[in-house]
C-alpha cells in the first residue's frame, strides 16, 4: 500500500466514521420517538385516545422528516458535490483539511 | 475536523432542520384536519409533500452553480419581472410538488399501501435498507474502485449485445459494391 492508498483508506475510514455518527443520531432520534409515544399514552388520561392518536401522528410525521434529513445527510459524507455550494464557496477564504465533510 | 465538532455539528444542524419541520408538520396536520383528512390517512397526507419538498430543494441545492463565476448576480431586484420570474418559480415548485404527491398517493393507493401504519412502517423500512444499500455500494465503490468499474465495463459490453450483434453484420456499402 503507497502512500495515496493510505491517505485514501483513511479518508474512507474517516467518511464511514461520519456515516456513523449519523446513524448514531438516527438511533437517537428514534428512540426519543419511541420515547414521546410511550409518554404521551402513560402521562395523559384514557379519556385523550383520541388526541393522543393525532399528537402521535404529528410527532410521526416530524420524526419521519428528521429520518430522511440524516439519511440524506449520510449520503452527502460520500457524495460532497451534493452539499450547498453557497456554503462550501464561503469556506474557500478558511480551507479545512476534511472541508467536503462540512455542511 | 474532529468527531466531536462533527457530532455538535450535526446536533445543531439537526435541531434547526427539526424546527422547520415542526412547523410544516403542525401546519399540514392542521390543514388536513381542515380539509377533513381522516386520522388514519393524516400522516402520509402531510408527510409525502413535505418530504418531496424536501427531494425538490436538494435537487435545486445539487444544481447550483459551483463556482462565484457561474452565479449571475441579480441587480435589478426588486423589478416587476423579478417578483413575477419569482412567483412562477414557486407556482412551478408547487406544481411539481403536487404532481408528485399526487403520483405517490396514487400508488399508495394502488398497492392498498395508503392505511394501516403497518404497511407504511414497512414501506419506511424498504427506504430505510435501500439507503443502506446505496451507502454499501458506494462504500464499495471507495474500497474495489477498479474493480467495480472492470465490472461494469463487462456488464455494459453484454448490455450492448444487439450493437454487438450488428457489429458481425457486414457494412451497407460493402453489399452495393457487389451490385
Given amino acids: 500500500m503507497n502512500g495515496d492508498d493510505k491517505a485514501e483508506f483513511i479518508s474512507l475510514c474517516r467518511k464511514v466514521g461520519f456515516a456513523l455518527l449519523r446513524l448514531v443520531f438516527l ?8 420515547g414521546l409515544n410511550i409518554a404521551l399514552r402513560l402521562v395523559l388520561p384514557s379519556n385523550m385516545t383520541k388526541f393522543v392518536e393525532l399528537a402521535q401522528i404529528m410527532i410521526g410525521v416530524i420524526f419521519l422528516l428528521i429520518y430522511a434529513y440524516l439519511a440524506w445527510d449520510m449520503v452527502t ?14 469556506r474557500v477564504s478558511e480551507p479545512d483539511e476534511n472541508d467536503e465533510l462540512q455542511d | 475536523m474532529n468527531y466531536k465538532t462533527e457530532f455538535y455539528s450535526i446536533f445543531e444542524r439537526t435541531l434547526r432542520v427539526g424546527a422547520t419541520f ?20 393524516l400522516g402520509v397526507a402531510v408527510a409525502v409533500p413535505i418530504l418531496w419538498l424536501f427531494a425538490i430543494s436538494r435537487v435545486f441545492v445539487a444544481a447550483m452553480p459551483r463556482t462565484p463565476s457561474e452565479a449571475k448576480p441579480i441587480t435589478k431586484s426588486a423589478t416587476a419581472l423579478f417578483f413575477s420570474l419569482a412567483a412562477m418559480f414557486v407556482a412551478g415548485i408547487g406544481a411539481i410538488d403536487f404532481a408528485l404527491s399526487g403520483a405517490t398517493f396514487s400508488f399508495l393507493r394502488l398497492h392498498n399501501l395508503s392505511s394501516g401504519s403497518y404497511r407504511i ?10 439507503v443502506l444499500l446505496v451507502l ?15 465490472l461494469t465495463v463487462v456488464i455494459l459490453r453484454i448490455l450492448r449485445w444487439p450493437t454487438l450483434l450488428a ?3 457486414p457494412p451497407l456499402h460493402k453489399l452495393q459494391h457487389h451490385r
Fill in chain 1, 27 to 34: 438511533a437517537m432520534f428514534l428512540a426519543a420517538h419511541y
Fill in chain 1, 77 to 90: 459524507v460520500f457524495m460532497p458535490r451534493l452539499k450547498r455550494p453557497i456554503l462550501q464557496m464561503a
Fill in chain 2, 22 to 41: 415542526v412547523a410544516l408538520s403542525v401546519g399540514g396536520c392542521l390543514i388536513g384536519l381542515a380539509l377533513g383528512v381522516s386520522p388514519r390517512e
Fill in chain 2, 121 to 130: 412502517s414497512a414501506t419506511c423500512g424498504e427506504i430505510c435498507a435501500s
Fill in chain 2, 136 to 150: 454499501t455500494a458506494l462504500a464499495l465503490r471507495e474500497v474495489f474502485g477498479d474493480l467495480a468499474t472492470a
Fill in chain 2, 167 to 169: 457489429d458481425a453484420v
